[in-house]
């Protein structure tokens, strides 16, 4: 049964520090881990998505890898903001299925 | 907005009454996945629905939870007699197709509250 854990549960960080992220998942056949952004009381924004194939993808002041042998994925953020504060999920779809299974998620809080 | 369109944002209920939760998929999209976020929890798996067909409904509960994607019209996510443990946020999503490498783009959620 597939588990994601994501750590730290939260973080607070002075403006323009980079970050990382950290996301583990326990069965390595994945299709796909995408990172979300949610804000309180928002619904799910897309960041990131990798493929099983690949190893990381880039957005802007993000960068998401992926190790599938190691069962890993970190998010990086860099030069962080206040509007970066938000809580952020990452999710897998694992081989055969269909749903993501979600961690739950951290809270990132960036101060001013 | 071209978007997965959900509404009610929010919904009040009272313990026992009904609650009807509806989503539109992005234009194009056959595929409507629901999740459930539980206060303090992460999002879980509901449903899966394609037009007319309920595909996987293993994560939903046994009793009082029914789903349904017709050939016209949004995607219904129905509760009935609800109690206060369905007090959550419910999120929908949908995709064009129903292979694991297409991305589910997810809408706003409906935040049902029962009193």
């Known amino acids: 049964k597939q588990e994601v854990t994501q750590i730290p549960a939260a973080l607070s960080v002075p403006e323009g520090e980079n970050l990382v992220l950290n996301c583990s998942f326990t069965?390595?056949?994945?299709?796909?881990l995408q990172w979300f952004r949610q804000d309180p009381g928002k619904g799910l924004t897309s960041l990131l998505l990798?493929?099983?194939?690949?190893r990381e993808q880039t957005s802007g002041r993000l960068n998401a890898s992926l190790d599938k042998s190691s069962g890993r994925s970190t998010l990086y953020i860099a030069a962080s903001q206040p509007g970066d504060s938000a809580t952020y999920l990452c999710?897998?779809?694992?081989?055969?299925?269909?749903?993501?299974?979600f961690g739950t998620g951290t809270r990132l809080k960036v101060l001013a | 907005n071209a978007g997965v369109m959900q509404n009610p944002r929010h919904l009040v209920r009272r313990r026992g009454q009904e609650a009807r939760l509806r989503c539109s998929p992005m234009?194009?999209?056959?595929?409507v996945y629901w999740y459930r976020q539980l206060p303090e929890e992460g999002l879980k798996f509901m449903v899966y629905?394609?037009?007319?067909?309920?595909?996987?409904e293993s994560g939903m509960p046994k009793e009082r939870f029914s789903a349904e994607f017709p050939k016209e019209g949004p995607s219904i996510l129905r509760i009935q007699q609800v109690v206060r443990g369905d007090s959550a946020a419910y999120f929908c999503?949908?995709?064009?197709?129903?292979?694991?490498?297409?991305?589910?783009?997810f809408g706003d959620g409906t935040r049902l509250s029962i009193l």
């Open positions: 999710a897998v779809i694992t081989s055969g299925t269909y749903k993501y299974i």
């Open positions: 234009k194009g999209h056959s595929h």
């Open positions: 990798i493929q099983s194939s690949q």
């Open positions: 999503a949908s995709s064009p197709g129903g292979t694991s490498n297409q991305p589910q783009h």
């Open positions: 629905l394609q037009k007319e067909n309920i595909i996987d």
């Open positions: 069965d390595s056949a994945i299709y796909n």
